[in-house]
């Protein structure tokens, strides 16, 4: 059985770019005090980098806590392994989390999605490209208990502007509306932020179905201005 290590917290670096929030709350507060009383109950996964130095895999939200609460190191099981498999075992560590924001989710699957299809380019050359994605997609489906579709619909969430895609954590966008919005482009996305600014308001799902028809079609600028 594997051992955990003490490693410094000052040797430990955040997984980069990383979907998960870590936020000073409530329950931020109750993790640091739970940490001063008791320490770190389950200890981080990390595997080591360069300048003897370890990515965080598990446990951005405990080693924060574990700063706050005076700890100078941390147990944590330290793995080799190489980034994509990294940023699997990133992914799956917090998919099960209980609360997981609608963009945390979005970027974790695209995350996932691209890694395991860089895996699948180094050990099946011969497959092609849409059947390793449809594959791909299929496997993460399994593991997570979500359809496939409904994976490539949070994915699609991450073509919405930040701006938009705050209003979908905070519910002011719900899901539905917030996929037929990532269709708009970048200067359609920056006209509706605009729009619902000046109404004080948010695109309903047949809003954003016609929207995103209308964008497709190249007519969405010449509907703004009827």
Known sequence: MKTPEMIQVDKLKTFENHPYKVEENEEMEMLTQSIKENGILSPLIVRPIENSEYEIISGHRRLFASKRAGLTEVPAFVYEMDRDKATIALVDSNLHREHLLPSEKAFAYKMKVEAMNRQGERTDLTSSQVGKRLN??????????????????????????????????????????????????????????????LNDCTPSISQAVRMKKLSQQGSLDDDKNE
């Open 136 to 197: 791909t997609y299929e496997v993460i489906a399994e593991e997570s208990g979500e359809s496939r579709n409904q994976i490539h619909r949070y994915i699609r969430l991450t073509n919405l502007l930040p701006e938009l895609l705050k209003f979908v954590d905070e519910g002011q966008i719900s899901f539905t509306p917030a996929v037929e919005l990532s269709y708009l482009n970048d200067i359609e996305q920056r006209d509706l932020l605009q729009a619902m600014e």
